[in-house]
């Protein structure tokens, strides 16, 4: 989170809420029936579906904004795309069919992977790219009247080197952008199938147990030569960019023209080697002695001591302490540590005449971190342990990135760019230790949950300040003291040139953020903005303009809605989030059950004042259905943001909202 620095002077201390300011519901909804129906049912039970697809599938947005002439387009279950246009007269939305996709022809006894959402994008008035979400990629030209049409279809092969157990699979289109006057790049996401596991499942099994991965999602920029060569009976194969794997769908992207870069938020974007697979070779300790005639090595192996790790190591939310055993006739002088960000240097010269030591000395020289530490606030001290034959050297590291758990010390081959200038360590250097645990927190631990536990058998109070039996009856099924805290989603933002290189401040954005809201579609041509949660609060922040494509991404806090985690909280069939700048974040819920298919919307408010508006409309749910998408047209003589929402049952206008 380096680069997301909030200014305190934009942050409200005495802010105490939001009060409510009604909209007449019948001077700002407007209801129009569709034609094209779309349907949001897609899902095959035959196919496992991750928690990760899930969510992404919430949060797709179903309708595609053409920001050139502000225009839309969508496309039914019947796989036919459809173009939204609003009268600039009269603002009513008129819809024309552009083009029907076939419908792929699917065996029932066949295994096939699960199908992804159709999605859109422009590239501009006049050109549009359509995925059916089964693996085809339609190119179409828009005419001013009429259908559209088809310049080409393409499928995505996936290259043997990235290690897919399919060669073809369903994918979503993310973002289309010209990157050169010849040039256009298309971002699209799709699920990996791992090699090494069945297609219909993300585990390995072992003794007829499952073990199971988490899912990863592969990132692909294929590219498109301007103007695109019309070949519209033959399926071409998508020309492979670029390439990035991560544990999550994105959930925004945008392409910076002044930096030659995209930006993908969401998961931290890795590349993939594409040389072959490294030949393992065995460590010594994983050496098994043959036996010989009449030798038993089960007794001369069965009570020998297990070697130690080569130090321990725990953590709080904002710091690491690693702990490493030495000879207490080490001296002082003899042991060089030092911190940098992102790596650490331990150098201890053997003692003289001391006998060698059951475990190696250290010495990492210049290796690097999991994660990114404050070098200046490290430190790191030597208990000698009196008459005891071993000291610990303590090192005590300071995160970077308060909040973030460590899964380990060191990063693990491969997982971070290479630091210029580090070396091998030597022996253990590489070996992961896990983290320990203190045993008094672990024993005081286990008494809490024992006492918690027999507190609720027998019904006495659990909090032994003498409140009484059980909860009260308003509270039951309600509480949850870590609601505020998961609000939003946790992302990173992942620089990619615009050629697929990493650009020199890729890393300087790969701290996790929780995010609470996206740039409303359509306010986000020029600069994107993102709502990040601080506290309680919600801070808006904008990505600068850069001079040249070298420049460092500078994301300034333009303003604070304040509270905005703690009323989000509460909100629990939300599926869409975005925000208009600093005037409004409007909050839309899914409309899938009875009741719901409410759009909350809280104003932004000058620093020092004690409330801000909020205001409520029905926008979905109903005899209108699911909410599906939503996107902000400006149009008229005056620009009237219009904001369009799809729904399963019709479309629906909300004007004078921001």
């Given at each position: ?7 305190r ?19 700002a ?19 496992h579906?991750?928690?990760?697809e899930v ?7 179903h ?12 496309i ?9 246009k ?6 009513e ?8 996709m ?5 065996s ?6 699960q199908r992804?959402?159709?999605?859109a ?6 050109s ?17 009247t009429g259908s ?9 092969a ?23 006057p010849d040039?256009a ?19 390995t099994?072992?003794?007829g ?17 301007l ?18 794997r ?21 998961a931290?974007y890795?590349?993939?080697?594409a040389?072959?697979?490294p030949?393992?070779?065995p ?5 098994a002695p ?6 038993n090595?089960?007794g ?13 190591w ?28 992102r ?15 059951p475990?190696?000395?250290p010495?990492?020289?210049m ?19 009196a ?5 610990v ?10 909040g973030?758990r ?14 210029p ?21 672990l ?13 609720l ?38 620089w ?38 601080n ?9 600068g ?9 500078e994301?300034?806090?333009a ?20 925000h ?29 004042e004690?409330?801000?508006k ?9 005899s209108?259905?699911?909410l599906l ?29 921001v």
């Amino acid at each position: 989170m380096s680069n997301f620095k909030s200014d305190r002077a934009l942050l409200n201390p005495r802010f105490e809420g939001y009060k409510l300011s009604p909209i007449p519901q019948e001077q700002a909804v407007f209801h129009y029936g569709l034609q094209y129906k779309p349907s949001q049912t897609n899902v095959s039970g035959r196919s496992h579906v991750s928690f990760q697809e899930v969510q992404s599938r919430i949060s797709h947005n179903h309708i595609a904004l053409c920001q050139e002439d502000g225009s839309a387009a969508y496309i039914d279950e019947e796989l036919r795309v459809v173009s939204i246009k609003l009268s600039e007269a009269t603002l009513e939305p008129a819809t024309r069919l552009l083009f029907e996709m076939p419908k792929p022809i699917l065996s029932p006894d066949a295994e096939s992977p699960q199908r992804e959402y159709p999605s859109a994008g422009f590239l501009n008035a006049s050109s549009l790219f359509v995925s059916d979400g089964y693996g085809s990629l339609y190119v179409l030209t828009i005419q001013s009247t009429g259908s559209a049409e088809l310049i080409g279809t393409f499928e995505l092969a996936i290259p043997a080197v990235y290690g897919s157990s399919r060669g073809v699979v369903p994918f979503r289109i993310h973002h289309v952008a010209q990157t050169a006057p010849d040039a256009a790049t298309v971002i699209l996401s799709s699920k990996h199938y791992r090699e090494d596991t069945p297609a219909e499942s993300n585990g390995t099994s072992q003794g007829g147990r499952t073990q199971s991965k988490g899912p990863e999602f592969d990132i692909w920029a294929a590219r498109f030569t301007l103007p695109i060569a019309p070949v519209p009976d033959q399926t071409r194969l998508l020309d492979i960019l670029w390439h990035r794997r991560g544990d999550d769908v994105p959930i925004y992207t945008f392409h910076d023209a002044s930096r030659r870069s995209f930006m993908l938020v969401g998961a931290s974007y890795r590349t993939i080697a594409a040389g072959p697979a490294p030949t393992y070779v065995p460590t010594p300790d994983e050496l098994a002695p043959i036996p010989r005639a009449n030798e038993n090595l089960d007794g001369a192996t069965l009570n020998a001591p297990q070697r130690p790790p080569p130090y321990s190591w725990t953590q709080t939310t904002d710091s690491v302490t690693v702990a490493i055993p030495l000879p207490s006739s080490t001296p002082t002088d003899a042991i060089r540590v030092a911190f940098s960000l992102r790596t650490l240097t331990v150098l201890v010269r053997g003692a003289g005449g001391a006998e060698d030591p059951p475990v190696p000395l250290p010495r990492y020289d210049m290796k690097p971190l999991w994660d990114h530490i404050q070098s200046g606030t490290s430190m790191w001290t030597f208990d000698r342990a009196a008459e005891r034959r071993y000291g610990v050297l303590t090192l005590h590291l300071d995160k970077a990135h308060e909040g973030t758990r460590w899964p380990q010390v060191f990063a693990a081959a491969g997982a971070t760019a290479p630091v210029p200038g580090s070396a091998t360590s030597d022996a253990d250097a590489d070996t992961e230790v896990p983290e320990t645990l203190d045993p008094s927190e672990l024993y005081a631990i286990r008494e809490a949950l024992e006492k918690y536990t027999a507190a609720l058998q027998s019904g006495e109070d659990a909090s032994g300040l003498g409140l009484g039996r059980g909860v009260p009856s308003l509270a039951q099924e309600e509480m949850d003291d870590e609601l505020d805290v998961s609000v939003g989603r946790s992302a990173c933002v992942t620089w990619v040139g615009a050629d697929g290189a990493s650009p020199a401040f890729g890393h300087d954005d790969d701290a996790p953020l929780q995010v609470l809201s996206t740039s409303f579609p359509g306010t986000d041509a020029e600069r994107p903005s993102l709502v990040v949660k601080n506290g309680l609060d919600g801070v808006v922040y904008e990505l600068g303009a850069a001079g040249s494509p070298e420049d460092k991404p500078e994301w300034k806090h333009a303003a604070t809605y304040s509270a905005l985690a703690f009323v989000l909280a509460s909100k629990r069939d939300t599926r869409f989030t975005y925000h208009v700048s600093s005037r409004a974040v409007l909050a839309f819920e899914s409309g899938s059950r009875d009741l719901g298919g409410n759009v909350y919307i809280y104003r932004g408010a000058p620093a020092k004042e004690k409330w801000a508006k909020q205001a409520v409309l029905k926008v979905g749910g109903g005899s209108a259905g699911a909410l599906l998408g939503v996107t902000l047209m400006k149009t008229g003589p005056n620009l009237e943001p219009v904001i369009l929402c799809l729904c399963e049952g019709g479309l629906i206008l909300l004007r004078n909202v921001v």
